[in-house]
């Protein structure tokens, strides 16, 4: 399998390295193995000539015309944590002409995959219009605001979508490029997975902190509040909207536009994350179920088994 990554300047370090050390194992195991050779070939290349890192590291990168067609173009993260840090790196003239180059790539055929913040850059690039995608959790309100046709489900760690592929949160990157390995060969994908210690993650679900979300909007962060202060007796629609002076339908409206889930959901995921903390702390499940307003145990335990994929004996090990 050909490959190339597309480095720019702030990239995230991490992501890169991630991405570059994963595929340089597998060729690594498949030599000793008795490979003749690699089964990766992977060219980092560039806008400019020189890139310098977000930790300031500087590289070589080759630049786009010495490209041999990849079967796979990947784009790591930029360094941008925050909203307004990404909205300014979007504007860079070199992210803008490396969209147009995602652009050309994908129109001869080359197929595109983006990791953590670099699904912004397909995103912004039209590549990912009325297709399924994730991306950071953390940034996906704004990446929902901002990129309306895209289908968003940033509770999927990998999302294949046509020729594309898209990554959630950071290590994501090793999720991606054990995604990518496992197209030319599973079982050394496997085999990478388990030298590097690389673990199964499908879902970032679990992984989301509600209230880290709920600061993307004025009226979600008041409802926040106001559901932390009500998960005792329990959701009201009616009741919420009430207090924080808005109609049950405007209410609906941005929690859906925000966080592309009901108010409902997003209380009932504040109802998992108390919870989850409550076991981690050792506190009986009766009394947890009591304060996170289950009159029966058997339904809290039956809500963290769904959201979770864990039983709560599983969650207080993991967590011990």
């Known amino acids: 399998m050909r490959l190339a990554v597309l480095a720019l300047d702030g990239i995230f370090d991490t992501g890169l390295t991630a991405l ?19 089964l990766f070939h992977v060219q980092v290349v560039g806008i400019r000539p020189q890139v310098r890192t977000a930790l300031g590291l500087t590289m070589e990168v080759e630049p786009p015309d010495t490209l041999r067609k990849p079967d796979w173009l990947v784009v790591p993260a930029l360094n941008a944590k925050q909203p307004a840090q990404l909205l300014e790196a979007l504007k860079r003239d070199d992210v803008i002409a490396a969209m147009a180059q995602l652009r050309t790539w994908r129109s001869e055929g080359i197929g595109l995959a983006g990791a953590c913040i670099g699904t912004f850059l397909l995103a912004e690039a039209g590549l990912l219009d009325g ?112 207090a924080l002076s808005v109609t049950p339908r405007t209410l609906q409206r941005r ?52 959201h979770t994929g864990r039983t709560v004996k599983e969650l207080r090990a993991e967590l011990q």
């Not at 999927?156 to 949160?169: K, L, N, S, Y």
């Open 255 to 306: 929690t859906e536009a925000v966080l592309g889930k009901s108010p409902l959901a997003f209380f009932q995921d504040m109802r998992v994350e108390r919870a989850q903390h409550l076991v981690s702390i050792g506190q009986d499940i009766e009394k947890i179920a009591s304060e996170v307003g289950y009159a029966e145990p058997a339904t809290l335990r039956n809500l963290l088994k769904r």
């Open 131 to 242: 297709l399924e995608a994730t991306t950071t959790w953390s940034l996906s309100p704004l990446f929902r605001q901002r990129y309306p046709d895209v289908r968003l489900d940033e509770s999927r760690m990998i999302v294949p979508a046509e020729q594309t592929v898209t990554a959630g949160a950071a290590m994501g990157h090793l999720d991606l490029a054990l995604w990518l390995m496992r197209q030319a060969s599973p079982e050394m994908a496997a085999l990478v997975a388990r030298l590097m210690l690389i673990d199964k993650r499908p879902s970032q679900a679990q992984y989301i902190i509600p209230d880290f979300l709920a600061h993307a909007d004025p009226l979600i962060e008041r409802f926040e509040r106001w559901a932390r202060e009500h998960l005792a007796t329990g959701f009201s629609l009616q009741g919420a909207a009430k």
């Open 20 to 38: 570059l050390d994963t595929f340089s194992t597998a060729n690594e195991l498949a030599s000793i193995q008795g490979s003749s050779r690699p």
